[in-house]
């Protein structure tokens, strides 16, 4: 290669990696056997991996389950995988992660790259935001069911988004896939929703869900979305 296109190349791969390292997305890239290639600064506030680690399969880097399951999924697919997923280490964080495949134009896997945005403050605010958008539009703190009074304070943020999943009608098992918990800590949240809400079964929550988000606008049901 000629010293002037070298020199070229050198210098797009220095912007690039700059343009990287100045993301606040977690990004981290991997050849095809899913060593690290790359890290950059938010990957090391995200997940805990620094430029140290590069070299190392990714098995062995990533301690938190649900992302290796994540990785492990998106490894047996040729499209991107993206999913929510709450890690515990090293803080505890709400993710929204895609793990993408790179191959070259002839369609060889070269590699895989992991992305992965903080949300936690995002829905933290939403929900914030939503409940009192709730209590103003209602014109009081609480809502009457079939005659009887629905105390909305004592929800805690996650009973709010299990209520509004309930309300567009998910399984039990499509909330918790969705929420990532077990099927017995969402049991235990509806149980609370129902005591909290003086409601009798989940088909009434469900029918309370569905009134609550009628009686809203749709910046109330955006903020509670995804």
Partial sequence: MPRKKRVESICYDCLIRLAFEGLSTAIILTDEKCRLIFVNRAAHDVFGVSSSDVGRP???VLSDFSLLALW????Q?????????????????????TVGVCRTRRGTLIGRALLACDVTEDRKVALEVTEELARTLLGRKS?????QGQNLDALTPMEWR??????????NQEIANELTISLNTLRTHLKNIYRKLNLPNRNAA??????LHQRLPEVTVTLLGE
Avoid at 72 to 75: I, L, Q, R, T
Avoid at 77 to 94: A, F, N, Q, S
Avoid at 143 to 147: E, H, I, M, T
């Fill in 58 to 60: 990714i098995q062995q």
């Fill in 72 to 75: 492990s999924e998106a490894c």
């Fill in 77 to 97: 697919r040729d499209e991107p995988v993206m999913g929510l997923v709450k890690v515990m280490t090293p803080k505890e964080r709400l993710l929204r992660v």
């Fill in 143 to 147: 809502l009457s069911f079939n005659g």
């Fill in 162 to 171: 299990i209520l509004k999943l309930l309300g567009k009608g998910l399984s």
């Fill in 206 to 211: 469900i029918a309370f869900a569905a009134q």
